[in-house]
């Protein structure tokens, strides 16, 4: 299943209808992201945004092999694109919502299934074991962070949007922007005080940062709309070499 990744400029070129579901996930991801007096806690994400580095794709209903069509077309080119760029990719909405802890399983789901698609082996420095500091998801031998949001979230409003939706961000974004410990430090303390202002919750204790011995990437992928403790879904997402 192959679906063009389009630029902020496509999205209405591509889907003319204003009603059309496309429309109207991204209109609200596009006031999220620009709203001058509520403004949205990644910064990474704005930026791209701004300039016009996110890539977006808009799919009926992801899948495995869809999400796996998406990155196989976007990390090569995604150098070319910009140092914050993302790979956004929509669901259409459906008629009912379901829960935080369906989407999660999805979640995990869709993410393994998608893992199981690479023809790349694991890159050799990346941990396979997610209980590991420095495990991180990877396709086509490219570490990348993943985050998922969906229409259940309510209080973590950093977490909402009207259809399931994933972002994607390459680990070299942040290892450019944040190269020095008080680049770091300094983003750190924007996005937190961004998302004490944004969410109805508290920030999660699960985030941190990248290699941190008491950080796990994957606890940050999917966050609960409560400040509950998450449960690791796999020992390993794939198998060493696959």
Same mark, same amino acid.
């Given at each position: 299943m192959d679906f063009p990744l389009l630029r902020?400029?496509?999205v209405p070129a591509t889907h003319p209808a204003r009603d059309s579901w496309q429309r109207i996930v991204f209109a609200e991801f596009e006031a999220a992201l620009t709203s001058p007096s509520r403004p949205f806690p990644c910064t990474f994400g704005a930026a791209g945004f701004k300039t016009d580095q996110l890539r977006y794709a808009f799919c009926t209903e992801l899948t495995p092999a869809a999400v796996a069509n998406a990155l196989t077309a976007y990390l090569p080119c995604a150098r070319e694109f910009g140092p914050n760029t993302s790979l956004v990719i929509f669901e259409a909405p459906r @008629?009912? @919502?379901g829960t935080v802890e369906q989407h999660e399983q999805r979640f995990w789901k869709l993410l393994r299934g998608t893992a199981a698609l690479d023809t790349v082996a694991w890159p050799k420095h990346v941990p396979t074991e997610l209980d590991q500091p420095l495990w991180e998801f990877c396709f086509a031998g490219e570490p990348i962070f993943v =985050?998922?949001?969906t229409p259940a979230h309510v209080l973590r409003q950093s977490r909402r949007a009207s259809g399931f939706m994933l972002t994607f961000q390459p680990r070299w974004v942040f290892e450019q922007i944040l190269g020095t410990p008080e680049a770091s430090e300094k983003s750190v303390g924007i996005v937190s005080r961004r998302l004490a202002a944004f969410d109805l919750v508290p920030r999660c204790p699960a985030l941190g940062s990248y290699g941190q011995a008491d =950080?796990?990437?994957?606890k940050q992928y999917f966050l609960p709309d409560e400040n509950i403790a998450a449960t690791q879904p796999? +020992? +390993?997402l794939r198998d =060493?070499?696959?």
């Open positions: 902020r400029a496509d @008629p009912a @919502p =985050v998922c949001n =950080v796990r990437e994957w796999f +020992t +390993t =060493v070499g696959a």
